[in-house]
């Protein structure tokens, strides 16, 4: 089995920052994408931003200048820089992670930001 643990979520006032972790452990083999999504109330869920074991990434547009997503291949660990936050940042962050064609969720951590 293996098991994502968040961290780093929390309340800011708007234009702080936050970062948030998230540490794969168990039965890891090799993961190849990882990446976090975010889910608002009464929306759906949606990508924040992704990215290979290479280094290669993706961001939403809407974080993109924003936000700056990192791993750390040794450590099975990503992380998700967020600056400048913004109200409508708020939502609850899910990391995920690709190993073996499968999909790997946390249990999600709360990012709230007020104005």
């Known amino acids: 089995q293996v098991q994502l643990e968040e961290s780093g979520g929390g309340l800011v006032q708007a234009g702080g920052s936050l970062r948030l972790s998230c540490a794969a452990s168990?039965?890891?083999?090799?993961?190849?994408?990882m990446g976090w999504y975010r889910q608002a109330p009464g929306k759906q869920r949606e990508l924040v931003a992704g990215?290979?074991?290479?280094?290669?990434?993706n961001t939403a547009d809407s974080v993109k200048g924003r936000f700056t997503i990192s791993r750390d291949n040794a450590k099975n660990t990503v992380y998700l820089q967020m600056d400048s936050l913004k109200p409508e940042d708020t939502a609850v962050y899910y990391c995920?992670?690709?190993?073996?064609?499968?999909?790997?969720w946390g249990q999600g951590t709360q990012v709230t930001v007020s104005s």
């Open positions: 995920y992670a690709d190993m073996s064609s499968r999909d790997y």
């Open positions: 168990g039965s890891i083999f090799k993961i190849n994408a």
């Open positions: 990215i290979t074991r290479g280094g290669s990434t």
